[in-house]
Nanobody, 129 residues
Framework: QVQLVESGGGLVQAGGSLRLSCAASGRTSSGRTSSSYAMGWFRQAPGKERDFVAHISASGGNTNYAGSVKGRFTISRDNAKNMVYLQMNSLKPEDTAVYYC?????????????????WGQGTQVTVSS
């Protein structure tokens, strides 16, 4: 089973930056590690649905972003270290949420949480105005 652990969240002023990390370990039922799958970042604010933030393909060569974060956030991965990152710049109060990383069912692009099977526990990001 794949385990995902997020870190790097915290309290930051508007306009500031944070870098979230997601450490992956273990293997899927088919014996693969997370490096074989696309990964995504999602976020969930209180009382709201879990929203797509960013996606990265297994190789790291293809990335996709939600319109609200495009140009401010950058997703990357280091498969040698089984790590996925989310660099967040120019943060806004509306970016406040719990951020989750997730492993997709395969190496494909999905903006829906239903396209992802393994999830971390989340890390809180709070942006003050």
């Amino acid at each position: 089973q794949v385990q995902l652990v997020e870190s790097g969240g915290g309290l930051v002023q508007a306009g500031g930056s944070l870098r979230l990390s997601c450490a992956a370990s273990g293997r899927t039922s088919s014996g693969r590690t997370s490096s074989s799958y696309a990964m995504g970042w999602f976020r969930q604010a209180p009382g709201k649905e879990r929203d797509f933030v960013a996606h990265i393909s297994a190789s790291g060569g293809n990335t996709n972003y939600a319109g609200s974060v495009k140009g401010r956030f950058t997703i990357s991965r280091d498969n040698a270290k089984n790590m996925v990152y989310l660099q967040m710049n120019s943060l806004k109060p509306e970016d406040t949420a719990v951020y989750y990383c997730a492993t997709a069912f395969g190496d494909y692009y999905s903006r829906s949480p239903a396209g992802y099977d393994y999830w971390g526990q989340g890390t809180q990001v709070t942006v003050s105005s």
